[in-house]
């Protein structure tokens, strides 16, 4: 069975830096879409980053470029979100998940593309 798993939450201070992990089991992760979204209380989930399974291109919400990378790291199975310069407005809880879509060049940001999804890690961002 396919699961994704998120880690490396916690308490930041604003300015500070986190590094998420999405680690699978079940299948190998290099030929997957992976997305990251995250759901502030009272908000809509929305769409952080994602990397291309095929060719490794990545995307990024307006609200974190510049100050969010993704990658992966295939011989761990697991997709990494870096983030530095981190302020309250970036508090909720981060979610990976995974399609499948070997003919596609380029990931996208929607939720409804993915298909596998985590339990998710809380992120807080406060002084």
């Known amino acids: 069975q396919f699961q994704l798993v998120e880690s490396g939450g916690g308490l930041v201070q604003p300015g500070g830096s986190l590094r998420l992990s999405c680690a699978a089991s079940g299948s190998t992760l290099d030929r997957y879409d992976i997305g990251w979204f995250r759901q502030a209380p009272g908000k809509e989930r929305e769409g952080v980053s994602c990397?291309?399974?095929?060719?490794?291109?990545?995307n990024f919400a307006d609200s974190v470029k510049g100050r969010f990378t993704i990658f992966r790291d295939n011989a761990k199975n697991t997709v990494y979100l870096q983030m530095n310069s981190l302020n309250p407005e970036d508090t909720a809880v981060y979610y990976c998940?995974?399609?499948?879509?070997?003919?596609?060049?380029?990931?996208?940001?929607?939720?409804?593309?993915?298909?596998?999804w985590g339990q998710g890690t809380l992120v807080t961002a406060s002084s």
């Open positions: 998940a995974a399609v499948y879509r070997p003919l596609f060049r380029q990931c996208e940001l929607r939720l409804s593309v993915y298909r596998y």
């Open positions: 990397i291309n399974g095929r060719g490794g291109s990545t």
